[in-house]
């Protein structure tokens, strides 16, 4: 049939897109959530992100990472331009910056120029080694327990605290709810859904709350 190959093939669903470029070349049915390195669809993120979770997101042209969005040591250092600054804490906990291997950088604004037209500058003071905070571009610092825990051996985290699980004490425990990633908390009640764009009603599960409409 000469007409098959024009026909328009099945699109592949949003959840199943690995990265931004492939999410958003469905026109806007697909929003690319850069924090949590999540293709979702348009029309579900409030199902998606109950309580925010996304805190920067792209729907067109893919932009480069802001580091500030990245919460984890290991998605800051798969951006080429993002180091991480670990607190002094040694738990994991920390923040995403830009930066080289020489240390942590901070645009400056050329003068005489376009605001957009910057120039990166040696910022050592950001993350003060003096102080006891640890600079990685290459690697990450061994123990990485999200802030909730101190290793033993290295990189066992020894004891998982406030209310969170797993090998890097990454989830809620059952019954609570959160993002504990970075020293992020985990509740044991669901919050109300009144604030959102359309009638719903809250569903409590092992490690999230989320809100769904009545008519599902």
């Known amino acids: 049939n000469p007409n098959q190959s024009s026909r328009l093939s099945c699109k592949k669903p949003c959840s199943l897109h690995t990265n931004c470029a492939n999410c958003t ?44 969005g990245l919460r984890t040591c290991s998605q800051c250092l798969d951006q080429p331009e ?14 995403c910056m830009e930066g080289s291997y020489r240390g942590p950088m901070k645009r400056v604004a050329k003068q005489g120029q376009q605001s957009h037209s910057h120039d990166m500058s040696l910022e050592p003071g950001i993350c003060p080694k003096d102080k006891g905070f640890e600079w990685a571009f290459i690697n990450c610092p061994a123990c990485q327990c999200n802030g909730h825990s101190t290793c033993v051996n290295g990189s066992v985290c020894e004891q998982c605290r406030n209310l969170t699980t ?34 719903v009603h809250t569903r409590k599960s092992a490690s999230s709350c989320n809100c769904f409409p009545l008519n599902q």
């Open 82 to 95: 993002c180091g991480w600054c670990g607190d002094p804490s040694s738990t994991g906990k920390g923040l």
């Open 166 to 199: 797993g090998p890097h004490c990454e989830t809620c425990m059952p019954g609570y709810h959160g993002d504990p990633t970075n020293g992020g908390k985990c509740q044991g009640e669901c919050r109300s859904c009144s604030d959102f764009i359309y009638s």
């Open 25 to 68: 070349s469905q026109a806007m049915e697909c929003m690319w959530c850069s924090s949590t390195q999540r293709c979702v669809d348009s029309n579900a993120y409030v199902i998606s992100f109950p309580y925010g979770q996304c805190l920067e997101w792209q729907t067109a042209d893919c932009v480069a990472q802001n580091c500030s």
